[in-house]
């Protein structure tokens, strides 16, 4: 039997950036700034809190947390993650409701492999986030695009959205506040997107792995607030809020006040699933109750400036770069994607082009939109310092004026 090559054909992110790091020349001469990858830790301007740190120190010095935690979670963490989540919903949650996993990936990979079956179709936003068409393959789950409209602020045209699904389809995930986009949608469209899934008869997969991280006009309102509309199954975890993707916690958690995920065959099978993962350690998973609670306001508040910060820099400088517009000012997360016009650049074939010519040319590493799924576009990350940010905006600005069909006089 031939081996079984699905999802061969998926490009992740960071296999893209390591192909750009490979073509970097001369680091000595140039330092290399990356835009590329959504870790904030790689600079030490974000740094994880304090007391979260202390939170887990303190559970790994009891001495009393190295056994093996049950394999859908540790009670206190499922309870903590439920109290926490339901602090934003009209209704409440049980520790029942919450599955600890290792990070949010694979929380996306506990929501595809329990809707597959045969002959089954997901409807995955476009662009989007890599990792969901990469499981998807290995579930051998069909993949049906819609499509983010940047004039509309990223949302998408739900009517659209509608005629992709048919009696197969298992599932229509959202992703918000919005990686690559930056978007943070507003309490109708989501409400919009909870009607519609009642009307397809599907879950919603919520991926808020970027919850609170906004700083824009629209709150964040989390997907299980239309929980009684159709069910949502939300996905999370400490990574990007806490500044800690290391730590690999996270969360699979069914919003579901109707009960369809609540039936005993359907949770004896998710838990089952559970068997087969190792999830986070132990004293990490005893650490989450301390971690939530602890971790002050003041941390978050300084998150979100600096966030602010990056996005402002980002939008208002990029807008000055010939060939480069981003249409959309980030309201959250962590990036947002950057247009190319190629009209009025001159040896630039693509945005794949664009990439590989920067990275040799000027050290900056940024993610074409292809491996998105959106050709002609970039994607800029924004979560790092803004001495950095704005050194590689004024590279990419370079870059750009070198490659201009118009000589520009002063470069
Ligand atoms: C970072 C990210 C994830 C993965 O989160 P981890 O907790 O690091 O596994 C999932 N979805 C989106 C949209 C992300 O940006």
């Not at 005629?163 to 930056?182: F, K, M, R, Y």
Request: hydrophobic share 40%; proline share 6%; glycine share 8%.
């Amino acid at each position: 039997m031939a081996p079984d090559v699905s999802s061969g054909g998926t490009i992740t992110i960071k296999g893209t950036v390591k192909l750009l790091m490979s073509v970097v020349e001369d680091e000595e001469r140039k330092r290399v700034i990356s835009l590329g990858m959504g870790d904030p830790t790689a600079c030490s301007y974000f740094r994880a809190a304090n007391q979260a740190e202390q939170a887990v120190v303190e559970a790994l010095r009891s001495g009393e947390l190295n056994g093996y935690a049950p394999t859908v979670g540790l009670a206190s963490a499922r309870r903590a993650i439920a109290d926490y989540l339901a602090r934003d919903l009209p209704y409440d949650l049980t520790a029942d409701d919450v599955y600890i996993t290792s990070g949010c990936t694979q929380a996306i990979d506990v929501a595809l492999t329990m809707l597959t079956r045969s002959g089954a179709n997901i409807l995955l936003p476009r662009p989007g986030f890599p990792i969901y068409e990469l499981t998807a393959g290995f579930r051998h789950l069909e993949v049906r695009h819609y499509d983010l409209v940047p004039e509309r602020n990223w949302e998408a045209d739900l009517e659209a959205v509608e005629s992709l699904a048919d009696q197969n389809t298992v599932g229509v995930v959202v992703i918000n506040p919005g990686n690559p986009c930056g978007n943070v949608y507003s309490y109708q469209y989501l409400k919009n997107v909870a009607e519609m899934a009642k009307k397809l008869r599907v879950p919603v997969i919520a991926d808020e792995v970027y919850g609170h991280l906004t700083f824009g006009s629209n709150p964040f309102v989390p997907m299980g607030t239309f929980g009684a509309t159709a069910p949502i199954l939300t996905l999370g975890s400490l990574s990007k809020r806490w500044i800690v993707p290391g730590w690999r916690l996270g969360w699979f958690v069914t919003m579901d006040p109707c009960g369809a995920f609540k039936q005993p065959k359907v949770v004896e099978r998710i838990m089952k699933y559970c068997d087969t993962m190792g999830g986070p350690p132990t004293f990490l998973q005893a650490a989450v109750p301390n971690i939530i609670e602890q971790t002050n306001k003041a941390f978050h508040a300084k998150t979100l400036d600096q966030l602010e910060l990056g996005a402002n820099i980002l939008y208002e400088v990029v807008n000055e770069i010939p060939g480069l517009h981003c249409p959309y000012k980030p309201q959250g997360a962590m990036a947002a994607m950057v247009k190319l016009d190629l009209s009025v650049l001159e040896d630039i074939s693509n945005d794949m082009d664009f990439c590989f010519k920067l990275a040799k040319e000027e050290n900056v590493i940024v993610v074409p939109g292809v491996a998105l799924g959106l050709k002609g576009w970039l994607r800029f990350v924004f979560s790092i310092d803004p001495a950095s940010l704005r050194e590689a905006l004024g590279r990419i600005k370079v870059f750009c004026c070198r490659h201009s069909k118009t000589v520009l006089s002063e470069y």
